[in-house]
């Protein structure tokens, strides 16, 4: 089992906690987990942006909007068509759930169950939604969670989500130690452990197989 709760650590002495994910409610945070798909954060930012200028960041609004109304203003978030069509589709779902607060008073198996109905959202989406808009004590894996977890090991075999999701769960408790260690996590993928890792620079490389073969080579 890999331990996190000292990679979490490690990461965490500095620069400090993440503050993820901005936003001023819940529904921009869950438009952010359905634009960032495939795309970066800032073009992110930038559609949300637009989306705001318009008064279209409202459930209401988004559902009643024009998808091509929708399409302009959330180019920047790329495969505007496809994520145009599925933000409306999500504001209809929100209402048809009775809004988000209903959706905040459902279990979050049931809550879980309910997001992977909609369209593009798979399981990283909806666990993201979960614990980023909904703060529930969720483990997010994706891409740089599975590289890294490869890589603390030394494993030619991807280790399994299942397990990735346990040990997450096992040795980090609490939604704000989950919410800032899949932040950190992110952030270290994007900036140290790349495609092409940087071992020598790394402040987890003593707990880290491939970083300890790497400097000892
Ligand atoms: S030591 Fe290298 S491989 Fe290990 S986590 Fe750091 S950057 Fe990634």
């Known amino acids: ?19 993820w994910w901005p936003a001023d409610d819940q529904f921009e945070v869950i438009v952010g987990a359905m634009l960032v798909q495939r795309t970066t954060w800032r073009n992110v930012e930038l559609a949300i942006q637009r989306l705001k ?20 203003r959330i180019k920047s978030a790329g495969f505007f068509r496809i994520k145009a069509a599925r933000l409306k589709n999500l ?6 759930q ?23 959202v798979g399981p990283e ?3 993201a939604i ?34 990735l999701r346990e040990w997450v769960a096992t040795t980090i408790k609490g939604v704000s130690r989950l919410n ?3 932040a950190l996590v992110v952030e270290h993928g994007k900036s140290q452990c790349k495609k092409r890792p940087r071992c020598a620079q790394c402040k987890i490389n003593a707990l880290c197989q491939t970083g300890r073969a790497a400097l000892d080579a």
């Open 1 to 19: 089992m890999i331990r996190f709760n000292e990679v979490y650590e490690t990461l965490n002495a500095k620069p400090g906690p993440q503050h």
């Open 125 to 127: 989406t909806a666990d």
């Open 53 to 72: 200028d318009a008064g279209m960041l409202q459930i209401e609004v988004l559902h009643r909007e024009r998808v091509a109304a929708i399409q302009s």
């Open 130 to 163: 979960l614990l980023y808009a909904f703060a529930r004590p969720v483990v997010v894996v994706d891409a740089y969670l599975r590289r890294l977890a490869s890589r603390l090991t030394a494993s030619d075999e991807a280790v399994p989500d299942a397990s």
């Open 180 to 182: 800032a260690f899949h």
């Open 91 to 96: 504001a209809a779902f929100i209402v048809g």
């Open 98 to 120: 009775g809004g988000i607060t209903a959706l905040s008073k459902r279990p979050t198996s049931e809550l879980r169950s309910l997001l992977l109905q909609i369209d593009g």
